[in-house]
């Protein structure tokens, strides 16, 4: 089992340049673990927001490499996801068919391998996204200000968050 995660790679490169980074890989592995005879599952550490790996399951999962859900599927949600997709029963079962419908379709009837000429334009847009996603969060001085003044990070940063454990301190972990 290995596990593909999403939040911090968003935050470096961007979602684009991100998410073909880790189609890429976890092609390779598709690829390394076939030869090898190894049964491989993805588990996917998936969030409520696009940059941390979100997005609608059904179409999530179709976009991944070919091959990438014949071992099953494991996936973590983010906790603030949790109520709204398995809150209510009937909310469950929707969530958890949308899941077993996109493993069926994708082992099924499976996606076509991309072309080399796909993954050479996807190489060139990520390079080009990275650069210009980096160029805007890093190498802009008024980014941070303008950041700072339209969102409240500075005010959730001094929230005590107990369901973050890596952010407090040893003796207010529950």
Known sequence: MVMIGYSDSAKDAGVMAASWAQYQAQDALI???????????????????????????????????????KGGLRVTEQGEMIRFKYGLPEVTISSLSLYTGAILEANLLPPPEPKNSWRHIMDELSVISCD??????????????????????????????????????????G
């Open 31 to 69: 690829k390394t673990c076939e030869k090898a005879g190894i049964e491989l599952t993805l588990f996917h550490g998936r969030g409520g927001s696009i940059g941390r790996g979100g997005a609608p399951a059904h179409a999530a999962l179709l976009s991944q490499p070919p091959g990438s859900l």
């Open 132 to 173: 210009l996603y980096r160029g805007y969060v890093r190498e802009n001085k008024d980014f941070v200000p303008y950041f700072r003044s339209a969102t409240p990070e500075q005010e959730l940063g001094q929230i005590a968050a107990r369901f973050a454990p890596g952010k407090t301190s040893p003796d207010r972990r």
